[in-house]
């Protein structure tokens, strides 16, 4: 079983968790977004940051290290969990690892539902890779409320270290922030010792300004990553929601000390995408945000493109992408 220390902390963290603080309405309500200028800053970064070479698989290296490689299908098995385990524990071939000087490389979590914990903490075992699973009638979180509750009690006691919760769309499309920070308590309270990430659904929230009040809520009800999509919404993860998320971020780590995490998911599938998310993150919240303890990829095939990419690094030629499967 995935182990935490007596402060709280995942095993590859080092920063104090966020205990959450007093809902703070006027905070909240001065939160805006300029769509334009957000939309602005997010087209430049794709065309701005490139890195060839030794950088590049230096980037893509981290990339890996911060990847949740997850399987959340209905026709999820025990033996398909266990190949995405193993996968996890070596998740680029060993010879380019040694190659580039990273033999001992793993993903950040493996990210599965509840009746997978089991197969998933039993085939990570000692590896120290944390299994993380979706919580609360995701990925809609319309199912009742104790139950929410106690699917993440439950997933905390099968031992998922990490909890990916959703929020109740309702409580931001009616304003009704009382009602989120206090769901969102509740379920930072019902995973105890496991680290809690906030899904958004950003992609059904309607503005810009309400992912930055909803944002800033969850880490004041004490979430410890805020997360912008399930992967089933028709819009998931993109730059200028990633923009207002992470800045929401500095500003509630400017107000408070604490640092909280960021996971864009779904959507993301090539490695010079995830250079640019990268590439946000180092330039919005610093170097210390590039750690798996407070950046993680929603993501699957992704790994497989990365992966891909650093064979050309170190061979010079492309693979078929068929030969990385993930499962």
């Known amino acids: 079983m995935q182990t935490i220390s007596a402060t709280g902390t995942l095993p590859q963290t080092v920063e104090p968790r966020n205990p959450g603080t007093a809902l703070d309405l006027d905070w909240v309500m001065r939160a805006t977004a300029n769509r334009s200028a957000i939309e602005r800053r997010a087209a430049t970064l794709p065309a701005r940051r490139l890195v060839k070479k030794d950088h590049q698989a230096a980037w893509l290296a981290r990339a890996v290290s911060c990847i949740d490689l997850t399987t959340l299908a209905g026709d999820d098995?025990?033996?398909?969990?266990?190949?995405?385990?193993?996968?996890?524990?070596?998740?680029?071939?060993?010879?380019?690892?040694?190659?580039?000087?990273?033999?001992?490389?793993?993903?950040?979590a493996v990210c599965v539902y509840h009746d997978m914990i089991a197969p998933a903490v039993e085939a990570l075992d000692g590896s120290g890779i944390p299994v993380a699973a979706v919580s609360t009638g995701f990925p809609a979180g319309l199912s009742p409320f104790h139950l929410r509750v106690q699917e993440i009690k439950e997933s905390v006691a099968a031992g998922a270290a990490e909890i990916d919760i959703v929020i109740s769309r309702r409580?931001?499309?009616?304003?009704?922030?009382?009602?989120?920070?206090?769901?969102?308590?509740?379920f930072r309270d019902a995973c105890g010792d496991a680290h809690v990430k906030a899904i958004l659904a950003t992609g059904e929230l309607g503005t810009l300004s309400n992912v930055a009040k909803a944002s800033l809520i969850c880490m004041m009800a004490g979430a410890d990553f805020i997360k912008t999509s399930t992967g089933k919404e028709s819009v998931n993860a993109t730059l200028p929601v990633s923009l207002v998320m992470i800045r929401a971020i500095r500003d509630f780590y400017d107000a408070t000390g604490y640092r909280v995490g960021y996971k864009p998911a779904g959507g993301i599938s090539k490695a010079k995408d995830a250079i640019t998310y990268l590439a946000l993150i180092k330039e919005e919240l610093g170097d210390r945000w590039l750690r798996p303890d407070l950046f993680r990829f929603g993501a699957s095939s992704l790994l497989g493109d990365i992966e891909r990419q650093i064979e050309h690094h170190v061979t010079g030629a492309y693979s078929a992408s068929w030969r990385h499967a993930m499962a």
Do not use: F, S
């Not at 025990?78 to 990273?102: F, M, S, T, Y």
């Open 77 to 108: 098995t025990v033996g398909r969990v266990r190949r995405l385990c193993a996968k996890a524990k070596q998740p680029v071939r060993a010879d380019l690892l040694e190659a580039i000087g990273l033999p001992d490389l793993t993903v950040g």
């Open 171 to 186: 409580h931001v499309l009616t304003g009704n922030w009382q009602a989120l920070y206090d769901e969102m308590r509740t």
